[in-house]
């Protein structure tokens, strides 16, 4: 194709062109181009806010999934993202013009506008997030086109201001970095994990760089001695192999860090860190054949080997790895992988576009496997959840927290986050096993239902019953999206007759199981419970209980005189708290919990049910399942304020605390508590302050971060430990 006919000032068009015609057919080309002509027609003089064309943001993006050699579909589509959203072209259009399949592309990643339904930026984010999951479920394409857009997003961070570079940032933590890791597509999570942290963390960032960097010149003649011995062995055993140092990330770094402080206390010392290696070899008997040739070289730690090519991720990443110990005291992390290994894990379910020659046993059909499964999750989440703040939730639950692994007797790998039962994994097998579940095998040895699964690969078989049901005490335990959303659905699927009938059968055993029976139960004692709840008979009581609006345990306690009797100043705060009306109620004040995020009641029988944050660490500690209960805030809650703590960290200079306070003055907030700490030349700040919810926190916290000499403003995530200065404790 004639490149000097392409339009004048738009430069990049022939870069990308000529990155296609090297995989695309004629047609599929002159599709791309056409699309790229009607894109820039479209965006012509609107200039992005760096003064560059706009033309060239969609040229970046579609140039990103260009060196995936994406189909041209989805590079149509990715010239064409922004057309909906920002010009008066329409999706029939587009539809018109190009094909149903790159108009609904395009559609899927449109954001929302903001209008009577999403008032607030947050709710329009949250409702085009809920829309592009959704999308995914049918093309997941769609994904990989808002991944590329993010990327280049923030790579061009710098022309905007400080709080939008924050929020965009933080946004890519919570939803795009988590997607991309399950796409597995490391070789772009990595990146968007490295540009975030420096606009989220720039102080931070620049500081372990430059302790990186002196680390590594410091070590390099160490570091290149052994790779060298690893390289003559492998690959003088095995020809055609590679042996490369790994970079290390400066994002993985830090949380290493935070965890060494966490976990040890002190200071870390970056000359104890591992050297990373990475070998290539040509096959996957090769890599336990190179296993073998390291352990010989160098002492192997214990409990460090993972066999993740039997045993892959969920995601499809698949790999050898163990830890080794040289005789100059170096720790050395090797990873060894086939080269498609490589590719599928930087890549992910986009390696079978890039590297079409792989052979039929070599294509990411495990990637692919997993991610369909993963869709079905996703498509089943979004039937049960139609409200898409409750879908978002859910999400940002599954989408962050796998660190548990286990097996299914047919050798599939399920992955949890910490503190996942045994109803998380029967959930995770298929909704109809959760349902029907009474217990399970953990490694041969039955198991109870509320048993957490173990930190090790355990192989784990489900027993069902066809006669059971979904319990409302599961909500208590269970952790994972699929789970909750699936109980939740089943109950609220129930009739009347079936909740009323479920919540009897559960106040029954809760009162057998504390030697009582309703026999036991006082008349007068009933009539006190049935009016403090606002319950009209027992057939009300009941049903609140079948459908999991009040604990049959609290219930039981309460009606055989158990539990702490009302006092009317501290019964107020079960106005903000649903279903506890009545009951003794208060605020935890190790994690401050706030309206609007997700909570958890500690069922304390002597004084009620403290309210925690549902990732409060104190409660981690102190908590068994069967006394977290699951709450919701009221509605509506007029004229409440709410405690927060912010740790500021600041440069101590004159006049920093005057503009601090000055700024909370101008908002309304007010200061309950302030502790200073830090040395002569960062100050640590820590505030008690009084506000809505989280929404008014984070806009406080947005204008504390534009105070001159303030470095840093985060969240005090808990305050019961003499330990909780450090930042793995902030958010």
């Not at 989220?200 to 372990?208: A, E, F, G, Q």
């Not at 879908?391 to 949890?416: C, I, R, W």
Request: aromatic fraction near 8%.
């Amino acid at each position: 194709m004639d490149t000097a006919s392409y339009p004048s000032g738009f430069f990049r068009s022939a870069d990308l062109m000529q990155m296609i015609e090297r995989y695309m057919s004629e047609p599929d080309v002159s599709k791309v181009y056409n699309a790229f002509l009607l894109a820039a027609d479209a965006h012509n003089g609107i200039t992005r806010k760096s003064g560059e064309p706009y033309i060239t943001h969609p040229l970046e993006v579609a140039g990103i999934l260009a060196d995936l050699h994406m189909d041209a579909d989805t590079v149509s589509a990715a010239l064409l993202h922004d057309v909906i959203e920002d010009t008066d072209y329409t999706k029939q259009q587009l539809a018109g013009h190009f094909g149903s399949t790159v108009a609904d592309l395009v559609d899927g990643v449109t954001k929302l506008e903001m209008d009577k339904t999403y008032s607030t930026k947050q709710e329009v984010v949250i409702a085009s997030f809920h829309k592009m999951m959704q999308t995914m479920t049918d093309d997941f394409r769609v994904v990989l086109i808002k991944l590329a857009d993010r990327l280049h997003n923030m790579r061009t961070l710098g022309s905007m201001k400080p709080e939008a570079r924050r929020r965009i940032a933080h946004e890519t933590f919570t939803i795009y970095i988590p997607l991309a890791r399950r796409m597995g597509m490391n070789a772009i999570r990595r990146e968007l994990q490295l540009l975030a942290f420096q606009q989220l963390y720039p102080w931070r960032s620049r500081c372990i760089h430059s302790e990186l960097q002196t680390y590594l010149a410091n070590n390099s003649q160490r570091h290149n001695q052994i790779l060298e011995t690893v390289a003559e062995r492998i690959m003088g055993a095995l020809p055609g192999s590679a042996v490369f140092l790994w970079e290390k990330n400066l994002f993985t770094l830090y949380n290493r860090i935070k965890e060494h402080i966490k976990s040890q206390g002190g200071t870390f010392n970056i000359n104890k860190e591992m050297l990373e290696v990475r070998i290539l070899v040509r096959n996957w008997q090769d890599c336990y054949v190179a296993l073998g040739l390291i352990h010989s070289l160098y002492h192997p730690q214990l409990g460090k080997f993972k066999d993740y090519i039997a045993n892959p991720k969920t995601y499809g990443f698949q790999a050898l790895q163990t830890v080794v110990l040289t005789p100059s005291r170096q720790l050395v992390r090797i990873q060894i992988q086939t080269r498609e290994m490589y590719q599928v894990a930087q890549y992910g379910v986009a390696a079978q576009w890039r590297f079409p020659d792989m052979s039929a046993d070599q294509k990411p059909n495990i990637t692919q496997d997993a991610l369909n499964r993963w869709l079905g999750q996703v498509r089943d989440l979004g039937d049960q959840s139609a409200n898409p703040f409750e879908f978002f939730s859910y999400m940002q639950s599954d989408l962050n927290n796998a660190e548990l692994s286990a097996l299914t007797p047919k050798g599939e790998v399920k992955e949890f986050p910490p503190g996942s039962t045994l109803v998380d994994f029967a959930y995770s097998i298929h909704t109809d096993v959760g349902h029907h579940c009474i217990g399970a095998l953990v490694d041969g040895i039955e198991r109870p239902l509320r048993t957490v699964i173990p930190n090790h690969m355990a192989v784990i078989e489900v027993l069902t019953d066809p006669h059971a049901t979904p319990q409302p005490s599961w909500l208590n335990f269970v952790k994972t999206a699929r789970a909750r959303s699936s109980i939740q659905s089943w109950l609220r699927h129930q009739t009347a007759e079936e909740r009323l009938a479920l919540g009897r059968q559960r106040l029954d055993i809760s009162l057998h199981s504390r030697g009582g029976s309703f026999a036991n139960v006082e008349d007068q004692r009933l009539t006190e419970v049935l009016d403090a709840l606002h319950y009209k008979d027992l057939n009300e009581f009941y049903t609140a209980i079948g459908q999991g609006e009040q604990c049959s345990k609290l219930m039981a306690e309460r009606l055989l005189g158990h539990t702490q009797s009302i006092e009317t100043d501290k019964a107020d705060n079960t106005l903000l708290i649903k279903g506890t009306s009545g009951l003794v109620v208060k605020m935890a004040n190790c994690c401050l919990p706030l309206p609007r995020e997700t909570i958890v009641a500690h069922q304390d029988l002597h004084s009620g049910l403290a309210i925690h944050r549902a990732d409060c660490v104190h409660l981690q500690k102190i908590a068994q399942p069967d006394d977290i209960l699951s709450v919701a805030w009221a509605e509506e809650m007029q004229h409440q304020k709410f405690s927060a703590g912010v740790v500021l960290e600041v440069q101590d200079v004159k006049g920093v605390l005057h503009n601090i306070t000055r700024v909370l003055d101008k908002m309304d907030v007010n200061i309950v508590d302030l502790k200073i700490s830090g040395d002569d030349r960062i100050q640590q700040d820590t505030l008690i302050i009084q506000v809505n919810d989280i929404n008014h926190l984070q806009e406080v916290m947005r204008q504390l971060k534009h105070i001159p000499n303030v470095l840093s403003v985060n969240r005090l995530m808990s305050r019961t430990s003499h330990d909780y200065q450090n930042d793995h404790l902030y958010a």
